[in-house]
Structures are given as C-alpha cells and as structure tokens.
C-alpha cells in the first residue's frame, strides 16, 4: 500500500508531545516523546507530573517489543493501530486483510478525502483522510472488532502533514488519550541502545 | 538601669540581639542563596530528560536528582515551564549497570563481589527569559559501587554525586 507508506516518515523521526490522559477513575498529564526509525519501529517514552511515573515502551508494527512498566503502558495506550494514527501515520495492512478504498475531491472547497477500509475476519481498520490543499488535514481511524467500536482517533495534521495534535477514544471504557505536539525532529539520531530492553 | 545590669548577663543580651539581627537579615532577603548560584534564576522547570537507554526509571531517577539539586540544595522554586526563569533539560545518554571492580578467585571461576554502575547525561539550565545557557554540562558522567545485585544501591550514590556536581556547577557561575 502506497499510500500507507506515504504516511511514514522518511528518516528516524523525534516527536515531543505533551499529553493527557482520562477514564472514569483517574485523570493523568505529561510529556512524552516517540522516536520513530521507519517504516516499522517506535521507542514510545511518557512521563507524568513532575516526571512521576515515566516509563517507556518498544512497539515494533502493531506489537509491542518490550514496555516497561508494562501496566501502565498497556492501560496509557491500549490500542497499537490507534497509537500510530495518533501520530498521523498508518500501518500497512495485514497480508490477509481485505483493502477497499474510495477518494472524493470538492473542487469548491478544494478539499479531498479518501477512505481506506483494511477488513480482517476479526478486526476492521477504517481510515479517512481529510486534505484541504496542505491545510488543516485530517486522519480519522476507527478500529472495531467483532463490529464494537474499540477505539476511534481523530489527528490534526500541520502543513507539513506532520502531526500536530491528536485525540483517541476509547468508547467502551470509556477513556480518552489526548497528544499536543510541540518538536517534531527530522534529523534524529536514535541511539541503538533505545530499542533493546533490559527486562 | 542600664549600670545596674550585671556584667554577664549585658553580655547575654548583646549575643542574643546579634543572633536575632543576623536572623532577621537571612531571613529579610527571601532567596538568600539563589543569587549566589544562577545568575537571575529563582524559578525553574525540569523537563523530562531524554532517555537513550534500555532503563525507563532512569528518566525519574534523574528529574528528582535534579529536582533535588536545584531545589533542596540552591533554594530555587520549581515552577512550571510557562511561568519559570529557567528550565532544565538533558538527556541520559549512557546506562552502564554492572561494571566488575572487585574480583575474587575460586576454583575454576572468578565471582564478581563488586560492581558499579555508570550514568552519563548530559545538563543544560536555559534561561528562558533571555534565551541564554546558564548552565551546560554535556557527557557528565557519575557512577556509583553496589554489591551484587544490589544495582539499585549503585544508582543511588550515582545520583547523589550528580546532585553534587550541579550544584558545584551552579555555585561556580557565582
């Protein structure tokens, strides 16, 4: 799929965030920062208030390598797919997903979106892509399983297509993970040491 | 009447005036230490560090020691970024967690009794009203002996020599 590709970074990426994240229970804020060495692979770090509760994860595709604590990133960021369109970009289909796809264009407003659908047996991907000429683009995925809503996000894009805030919901929770970007860093250097872990 | 008081106790009373004087003094000037260390800092904010190990608790480890340095020991506020005279950051660039130091031989084997471990970070304090480096000190590197496996024990007075290092090299702005 090359219009997942195109979604990617070129070369190892820094993005800083700050984020916020909300269930019924507990309500929690911080930084965080996703170092991405494309096409596949993301050192995830997150810290809380003060720099309580920092930990940091490996996600390589749609699995997680290593996270550490594991509890608390599995409860901060429940759903791979959702984490990577958070941070505008999308995973190539699974080889035995059925892809279908439309594209709209309104000259009017010079606005084009296209729809992307990547069906498994179990688990449906559904992206749209809002482009308004390089202004104020738009990623919304939408991840149901056995036909339930699991997770929906909705990512604001700058006019460089880079990500510039993002918000998922998970309706059944419900919860909702929230990520404003301040650094996007073309021209990272991701040290080999971020991806091994030492558990 | 001032000549009747006895000799002793007007002492007594000079020192206890001189005491409360220069109390009152230290305590007149609210940071009393903190023009001495960063020039025009009296606020600060810590930002996570980067963390380019395999170890996540180093990124807290490493906010509390400076936290600990800049708070605990030059009397600056923490605050938040927005609104602080300064902000910290950095980056844990290197975690070495059991280098042997203390060898013992046995029959047929060597036990390792003791160990260390190795933290390089690198520090920068920006004055944010300005623009300029207060403070930098890249490639800062503390380490810390520990028993086997006491790892967690070495990491500790890591730390604190990295809280003795800032604050050695804030007072050396001075």
């Known amino acids: 799929m090359l219009w997942t590709r195109a979604t990617l970074p070129r070369a190892p990426t820094l993005i800083r965030f700050r984020w916020r994240y909300q269930d019924e229970r507990v309500k929690y804020a911080g930084r965080g920062s996703a170092r991405v060495a494309p096409p596949d692979s993301m050192r995830f770090d997150y810290a809380g208030f003060m720099n309580l509760g920092a930990g940091a994860a490996v996600v390589i595709g749609d699995s997680v390598a290593w996270a550490d604590p594991e509890k608390n990133f599995r409860s901060l960021v429940p759903a791979i797919p959702m984490l990577w369109a958070a941070l505008a970009m999308v995973r190539p289909p699974a080889a035995d997903a059925t892809v279908s796809g439309a594209e709209l264009t309104d000259s009017v407003q010079h606005k084009r979106r296209a729809f992307w659908r990547f069906a498994q047996v179990e688990d449906t991907l559904d992206y749209v892509v809002t482009d308004s000429a390089g202004r104020e683009s738009v990623l919304e995925a939408e991840w149901r399983r056995r036909g339930a809503v699991v997770a929906r996000s909705r990512s604001q894009l700058d006019a460089l297509q880079r990500p510039a805030s993002a918000r998922v919901d998970f309706p059944e929770a419900p919860a909702r993970f929230e990520l404003t970007v301040g650094v996007v860093d073309t021209a990272a250097v991701i040290p080999p040491a971020v991806w091994r872990s030492r558990r | ?3 009747s008081i006895p000799r002793r106790l007007f002492r007594r009373l000079s020192g ?8 009152l003094a230290v305590a007149g000037c609210p940071y009393g230490f903190a023009g001495g260390t960063l020039p025009n800092v009296r606020t ?3 930002l996570p560090f980067d963390n380019d190990t395999p170890e996540p608790a180093l990124t807290q480890e490493v906010s509390d020691a400076v936290r600990q340095a800049l708070e605990g020991r030059l009397g600056l506020r923490i605050a938040t970024e927005a609104s602080a005279d300064a902000i910290v950051r950095g980056r844990v660039v290197r975690y070495d ?10 029959a047929g084997q060597v036990t390792v009794t003791k160990r260390k ?20 000190h890249p490639g800062l590197a503390v380490d810390g002996d520990y028993n086997p496996p006491n790892e967690k024990d070495g990491r500790k007075i890591a730390w604190q020599k990295l809280v003795q290092q800032i604050v050695d090299g804030a ?3 001075w």
């Open chain 2, 1 to 3: 009447m001032a000549s």
């Open chain 2, 16 to 23: 206890a005036v001189a005491v409360s004087a220069t109390a």
């Open chain 2, 44 to 46: 600060v904010a810590i």
């Open chain 2, 97 to 106: 967690p059991d280098i042997p130091i203390s060898l013992q031989s046995g």
């Open chain 2, 117 to 136: 471990v190795q933290i390089t970070v690198d520090v920068e304090i920006v004055n944010q009203r300005d623009g300029t480096t207060v403070w930098k």
């Open chain 2, 171 to 173: 007072q050396s702005q």
